[in-house]
């Protein structure tokens, strides 16, 4: 009988030592493998470059991924402004860092003020993100009294959203009886000619070749309008040549929508070529709707297309 306990002791005391061995080999294998990766700290990201943030991330073995894009007036294009682990943060190696990088400040075109109310031109300026900043007034006889005269910067700059745009508005015929310059430009030179010897002005007509205007019409002049004459001013027009010519072309421009996010987008597309620059379509249309446009075009044309009031690209009419 004893014997008997003594071999069911042994059995139960193996069983006993291969449990706990099992326990313990366990327990140390699963140790091993969470204690596998070591914890590092987060680096401070903010005000890196991409290059600079991916050797920091990958010096800490923590892995980048690149989350978004967003407009900043106050960081260069390419530089960290936000990131998720947050610096100083402890986490495993090869935790994916996100980070929102800068586009840099919004650029937008100036539009054509010139012509227009002051009313218009504020709603203007507006529309695309831009503020009306100093409004001075000047005497003309060409303009109606509230009406632009010019701008600066000029129109067609680019400059960064929400800048001011500063005006010279029409304060109607000079008060003093002053005579002012009359805008010649699109006229016969030979009317032109003939007003300022009526005037008692010396004049001169200078003629060029340009694609600005046809045979026999002024392009330019100096003075320019609404400047004060006196009677010793001089006044110099640019008459175009025979071998002038403002011959249009008729060329087709079409656009698609670019595909980036689902929501629809404001498209603004604006003509440049020798004549100036007009709005050939504004209105809001959904990812890769194609747009077509019927032009006629003066020597070398290039559209300016803006999304969401952004200046995405400028693309050659051909």
């Given at each position: 009988?004893?014997?008997?306990?003594?071999?069911?002791?042994?059995?139960?005391?193996?069983?006993?030592l291969?449990?706990?061995?099992?326990?313990?080999?366990?327990n140390?294998?699963?140790?091993?493998?969470?204690?596998?990766?070591?914890e590092?700290?987060?680096?401070?990201l903010?005000?890196?470059?991409?290059?600079?943030?991916?050797?920091?991330?990958?010096?800490?073995?923590?892995?980048l991924?690149?989350e978004?894009?967003?407009?900043?007036?106050?960081?260069?294009?390419g530089?960290?402004?936000?990131?998720?682990?947050?610096?100083?943060?402890?986490?495993?190696?090869?935790?994916?860092?996100?980070?929102?990088?800068?586009?840099?400040?919004?650029?937008?075109?100036?539009?054509?003020?010139?012509g227009?109310?002051?009313?218009?031109?504020?709603?203007?300026?507006?529309?695309?993100?831009?503020?009306?900043?100093?409004?001075?007034?000047?005497?003309?006889?060409?303009?109606?009294?509230?009406?632009?005269l010019?701008?600066?910067?000029?129109a067609?700059?680019?400059?960064?959203?929400?800048?001011?745009?500063?005006?010279?508005?029409?304060?109607?015929?000079?008060?003093?009886?002053?005579?002012?310059?009359?805008?010649?430009?699109?006229?016969l030179?030979?009317?032109?000619k003939?007003?300022?010897?009526?005037?008692?002005?010396?004049v001169?007509?200078?003629?060029?070749?340009?694609?600005l205007?046809?045979?026999?019409?002024?392009?330019?002049?100096?003075?320019?309008?609404?400047?004060?004459?006196?009677?010793?001013?001089?006044?110099?027009?640019?008459?175009?040549?025979?071998?002038?010519?403002?011959?249009?072309?008729?060329?087709?421009?079409?656009?698609?929508v670019?595909?980036?996010?689902?929501?629809?987008?404001?498209?603004?597309?604006?003509?440049?070529?020798?004549?100036?620059?007009?709005?050939?379509?504004?209105?809001?249309?959904?990812?890769?709707?194609?747009?077509?446009?019927?032009?006629?075009v003066?020597?070398?044309?290039?559209?300016?297309?803006?999304?969401?009031?952004v200046?995405?690209e400028?693309?050659?009419?051909?």
């Amino acid at each position: 009988m004893k014997k008997v306990f003594l071999i069911i002791f042994e059995i139960v005391l193996v069983i006993a030592l291969l449990g706990a061995t099992g326990y313990y080999s366990f327990n140390k294998i699963m140790t091993s493998f969470v204690s596998e990766k070591g914890e590092v700290i987060v680096p401070d990201l903010q005000g890196k470059s991409l290059i600079d943030s991916l050797e920091a991330l990958s010096q800490s073995k923590l892995a980048l991924l690149k989350e978004g894009s967003e407009f900043n007036q106050d960081v260069p294009t390419g530089i960290v402004i936000r990131q998720s682990p947050q610096a100083g943060m402890n986490v495993k190696e090869g935790k994916i860092v996100r980070i929102t990088v800068s586009q840099g400040g919004e650029i937008v075109y100036v539009p054509n003020l010139v012509g227009d109310s002051i009313r218009s031109a504020t709603i203007s300026l507006r529309s695309v993100g831009l503020i009306l900043g100093e409004v001075l007034k000047k005497s003309s006889i060409n303009y109606e009294e509230g009406i632009v005269l010019g701008q600066d910067p000029i129109a067609g700059s680019t400059v960064d959203k929400e800048a001011t745009i500063n005006v010279v508005i029409s304060d109607g015929k000079p008060k003093d009886g002053s005579s002012l310059m009359i805008d010649w430009v699109g006229k016969l030179g030979t009317e032109a000619k003939q007003w300022a010897i009526e005037n008692g002005y010396a004049v001169d007509i200078i003629s060029a070749r340009t694609n600005l205007a046809n045979p026999e019409y002024i392009f330019n002049q100096y003075p320019k309008p609404d400047d004060k004459l006196v009677q010793a001013s001089k006044i110099v027009f640019y008459v175009a040549n025979e071998r002038s010519s403002l011959v249009q072309e008729d060329k087709t421009f079409t656009y698609t929508v670019p595909t980036v996010g689902n929501a629809s987008k404001r498209i603004r597309l604006i003509l440049s070529d020798d004549r100036g620059e007009k709005d050939i379509f504004n209105g809001v249309r959904k990812s890769e709707t194609v747009i077509t446009i019927p032009l006629k075009v003066q020597g070398k044309a290039t559209v300016k297309v803006f999304v969401n009031n952004v200046s995405i690209e400028n693309i050659e009419v051909k």
